[in-house]
């Protein structure tokens, strides 16, 4: 079959210390400080042989996530700028649906012309963190387009355990194409749901809400805090057509963070009581959280799902008078995510499908990549079967 490979040379900077499970395993804990120079191209890929559980998925739509753009761009060294978990070569992608084309001999829950979605999470469901109910902090994990084969190619094997039929949003849009499409965006959406509902508890309905970073992790949070009752949505972001984007999907004020002091606004529109939940999904924590400090209402909560290997400044003292909490959110899996994602898009709920502003085939997943990097686009989708 065909897929987009990339592969990248394995040289640890010199200050980064090589853990012995990272030279035994290959994997790099921090991708940013070990791969350089990476080469991305579509080419020939032994197709997927499926184990007894596993099912075969031809990939309708998958989109392109800001961790594919952070393969892509390097630093002046010509390290890649992801800074998690990774192993190459491998196939990228891991936003993504498709159409069931065969079942293991023990498949149970799945038959061959089923539409589904799937975790990009690998989790063993062994390990102690697992087996404490917290599977996006899996010993064992693996990813798929991170340290095994991912949804840019035209097959995808999968064991059934993390796949999640799409049928009901099919029956919602009447149009296969689109189902497929807007089922690609389910794994986002649960990337930003897990960490507002499930790590950070959520907010009352009527609480105010800030979303720093209108890419498409932003623009779910948005969508995902209008079901939820917020009483008024901020969004700063500072391309202009993420901007309209942020505004189609439920964000009552949209700013160029370029153009205002994102805490005066926040506290304005307050009326000095602070904002109650702030979620940071541009990546710049460095300049996004000072601002959320002096925005905090009493009992406020700040979410950080944007990655950055960086160190951030934080005045705790704000934390303290204010009754104010961080939390750290990565993955999408367990708790109900999956499937309650699909239930708000099924009703109506949570409708994202403004979002995609781009589609390429197979052989343009590299342009695609490119395109995104330009951070104007919401999710750019692509289709390896077309």
Not at 343 to 356: K, N, Q, T, W
Request: hydrophobic content about 40%; overall charge negative; aromatic content about 10%.
């Amino acid at each position: 079959m065909k897929g987009m490979i990339l592969d990248a040379k394995w040289e640890p900077r010199a200050d980064y210390q090589l853990s012995e499970w990272e030279r035994s395993t290959g994997k790099a804990i921090t991708g940013s400080a070990v791969w350089r120079h990476p080469k991305l191209e579509v080419g020939d890929w032994p197709d997927p042989q499926p184990g007894p559980r596993d099912v075969v998925i031809e990939v309708q739509a998958c989109g392109v996530c800001g961790s594919d753009m952070h393969f892509y761009e390097t630093d002046d060294e010509g390290y890649i700028l992801y800074p998690g978990l990774t192993k190459f070569p491998t196939i990228l992608g891991h936003e993504f649906s498709g159409k069931v084309v065969e079942v293991g001999s023990e498949v149970e829950s799945l038959t061959v012309g089923d539409m589904v979605t799937a975790e990009e999470m690998i989790w063993c469901g062994r390990c102690t963190p697992c087996r404490n109910g917290f599977p996006n902090h899996c010993t064992n994990l693996e990813e798929i387009g991170f340290t095994i084969p991912g949804a840019f190619a035209q097959y995808i094997a999968m064991d059934e355990k993390y796949c999640w039929p799409i049928d009901a949003i099919a029956e919602r849009f009447g149009d296969e194409e689109k189902a497929y499409e807007v089922g690609a965006l389910t794994e986002p959406s649960c990337v930003s749901y897990n960490a507002m509902f499930e790590r950070a508890g959520g907010f009352r309905p009527g609480h105010y809400v800030s979303v720093f970073g209108a890419g498409p992790i932003g623009l779910a949070a948005i969508g995902l805090a209008r079901a939820a009752g917020a009483g008024t949505i901020v969004a700063f972001e500072i391309s202009g057509p993420r901007r309209d984007l942020a505004e189609q999907v439920g964000a009552d004020y949209v700013y160029d963070p370029r153009e205002v002091s994102p805490h005066e606004v926040l506290m304005t529109l307050s009326h000095g009581a602070g904002f109650d939940f702030h979620f940071e999904a541009a990546g710049a924590p460095h300049l996004t959280v000072p601002e959320m400090e002096q925005a905090l209402a009493i009992n406020a909560k700040i979410v950080q799902i944007g990655r950055a290997a960086q160190r951030v400044p934080m005045y705790l003292e704000s934390f303290q008078v204010r009754r104010a909490q961080a939390f750290g959110a990565q993955g999408h899996s367990g708790h109900e995510n999956f499937p309650n994602v699909i239930r708000m898009v099924a009703a109506g709920r949570l409708d994202l499908s403004e979002i995609i502003t781009a589609h390429y085939g197979l052989e343009g997943v590299v342009d695609a990549i490119a395109q995104s990097t330009k951070r104007t686009d919401g999710k750019i989708i692509v289709k390896p079967n077309l």
